[in-house]
């Protein structure tokens, strides 16, 4: 079937295109599938025919009206075109009446190129010899299909976001019961259920308001639950003299979030002074909490060590586990080049009193909490991946604005400029989170490497992964040396740091580091 195009008027549609430089038109037909489809809208623009070559999807005229195939080739002065359909003959036409080339479509409200992805490959070389054609075609509907999956789950995740930003403006919701059903099923796994319900729950159709009503309500039960569990805690280590830091979690849940049940945990980061650790854990075990991954007594706070956290458990199912930190940066990767440049110091004498569940703890200053939110967001196992990382900084932005000046000196001294310039700027493309142009550009390095522009593009359009921000931390290292070293130590981290998370045998857990560390490079998700 010929690929048709409906207009209102084609009596002279060459002079529409070349007055107007571009033409719209809406397809009807299918000889072109899988690369156009009937109803995209297509955007033609005008062409010399001498400018044509092989590959160009082309409008041209025929006795039957405006039609659309792709050029294969010349013969003298005539083209020869053909549709991508199977069962399409190849056609001669001259060049005068081709009336423009096919820049790209419109579908489903996105824009698509046509010389990318799985439709550039009706371009190749391969499509032109015997048997060819068909491979071609259906390694491109291949292509396409996974693009187009990608493109809409991205298309969803965007969305997700933007309506679960503190100042939401009007959105086109899914038309349709099965874009409620994905972004719903979006919104369960990736713990935003409850924000969402929160957010637009006017707006919600019957099925997707029973679900993330459902959410939202169980998260209440369950965090009422949890603050109560964390308010006995914060009791016992204040009676017991512990200065204690609520990192995330409960900080974020009483102060930013428009209620504590839209911010779901599962546990509690708990901060305490090095030389209170082990009166720490005293309270803990007293409290009947366990450590699960190491023992206190084989802990010395005073030598740096890019894992500062211990998991106490409890068998209560009811309970969160609480991780216990002496200081906020905790991950297995080598942390040298800005762990020690971290004023804890100050970090103390600026933190912030704030009730929970009838006791008091302490939280960080606003300037120090975006910084530390930017940086663990960009911890190679979560790279952005989690929502939450930037609903977090969203409304913590959003809910009480931050001496923005002293976010840059805090960054630029802790040496966490480039991950707090990422932070930011996805934060607010993402979540129009009130970042002031003039910050990002304080912020922002003299040069972003490839493997960062990569990382930044891939997270905007929707398509982060845990593993990506290997990149930011490769670009922390200024020469090869020390990027080499920071791959073999990621790799091969200290036996204290691969003891930390493999019982048993060291060299299985040096194998499944080594498994873990190349599954998120190369396979991400």
């Known amino acids: 079937m010929s690929l048709t195009l409906s207009s209102d008027d084609f009596t002279d549609l060459a002079g529409a295109v070349l007055r107007r430089g571009t033409f719209r038109f809406r397809a009807t037909g299918t000889s072109m599938e899988p690369s156009l489809r009937s109803g995209d809208i297509l955007i033609v623009n005008p062409v010399d025919a001498r400018a044509l070559r092989k590959g160009d999807v082309l409008l041209y005229r025929s006795e039957q009206g405006p039609r659309v195939h792709r050029m294969t080739g010349r013969t003298g002065v005539r083209l020869r075109i053909q549709g991508d359909a199977p069962g399409c003959l190849p056609e001669e036409v001259a060049g005068e009446d081709v009336l423009g080339r096919v820049a790209r479509i419109e579908r489903g409200g996105r824009h698509i190129r046509l010389d990318r992805g799985g439709r550039k490959a009706m371009r190749w070389p391969v499509a032109r010899v015997p048997g060819g054609r068909r491979l071609t075609r259906t390694l491109a509907g291949w292509g396409i299909s996974l693009r187009e999956r990608l493109d809409r789950d991205a298309g969803d995740l965007r969305l997700l976001l933007r309506l679960c930003a503190p100042s939401r403006e009007e959105l086109a919701l899914p038309p349709s019961e099965a874009g409620w059903a994905r972004l719903t099923a979006l919104a369960e796994d990736r713990d935003l259920a409850p924000l969402l319900y929160h957010q637009i729950q006017g707006c919600l159709p019957p099925d997707a308001a029973r679900a993330l009503g459902k959410a939202y309500y169980v998260s209440a039960a369950r965090c009422a639950v949890r603050t109560e569990a964390v308010g006995r805690i914060l009791f016992a280590l204040r009676e017991a003299e512990v200065s204690t830091l609520v990192l995330k979690g409960v900080a974020l849940s009483e102060?930013?979030?428009?209620?504590?049940?839209?911010?779901?945990?599962?546990?509690?980061?708990?901060?305490?002074?090095?030389?209170?650790?082990?009166?720490?854990?005293?309270?803990?075990?007293?409290?009947?909490?366990?450590?699960?991954?190491?023992?206190?007594?084989?802990?010395?706070?005073?030598?740096?060590t890019s894992l500062s956290t211990l998991d106490y458990r409890i068998p209560d199912p009811l309970a969160p586990s609480v991780h216990l930190h002496w200081h906020p940066v905790n991950t297995s990767i080598p942390t040298e080049a800005y762990r020690d440049f971290i004023d804890m110091k100050e970090v103390w004498e600026t933190a912030l009193p704030f009730p929970v569940a009838g006791t008091e703890a302490l939280r960080l200053a606003p300037h120090h909490l975006l910084v530390y939110l930017c940086e663990h967001a960009l911890r190679p196992a979560h790279a952005?991946?989690?929502?939450?990382?930037?609903?977090?900084?969203?409304?913590?932005?959003?809910?009480?604005?931050?001496?923005?000046?002293?976010?840059?000196?805090?960054?630029?001294?802790?040496?966490?400029?480039?991950?707090?310039?990422?932070?930011?700027?996805?934060?607010?493309?993402?979540?129009?989170?009130?970042?002031?142009?003039?910050?990002?550009?304080?912020?922002?390095?003299?040069?972003?490497?490839?493997?960062?522009?990569?990382?930044?593009?891939?997270?905007?359009?929707?398509?982060?992964?845990?593993g990506m921000s290997y990149f930011v931390h490769l670009a922390l290292r200024p020469t090869a040396l020390e990027k080499a070293r920071f791959l073999f130590r990621t790799l091969f981290p200290p036996r204290a740091v691969v003891s930390h998370h493999a019982s048993g045998h060291l060299w299985r857990g040096y194998l499944r580091r080594g498994v873990g560390v190349l599954r998120r490079a190369f396979w991400p998700g």
């Open 255 to 304: 102060t930013a979030y428009p209620s504590p049940a839209t911010r779901p945990m599962s546990d509690v980061d708990l901060l305490v002074r090095p030389d209170h650790l082990r009166a720490a854990d005293r309270v803990l075990t007293r409290l009947g909490y366990c450590a699960v991954d190491g023992c206190v007594e084989d802990i010395d706070p005073a030598h740096p």
């Open 384 to 466: 952005m991946w989690k929502p939450i990382h930037l609903t977090d900084l969203a409304w913590a932005i959003a809910r009480e604005t931050p001496d923005w000046g002293r976010v840059v000196d805090v960054a630029q001294r802790f040496r966490l400029t480039r991950m707090t310039y990422l932070g930011l700027r996805i934060a607010r493309e993402q979540m129009d989170a009130p970042v002031p142009d003039e910050i990002l550009a304080a912020l922002q390095p003299s040069r972003l490497t490839v493997g960062e522009r990569f990382f930044l593009r891939q997270t905007l359009r929707g398509r982060a992964r845990p």
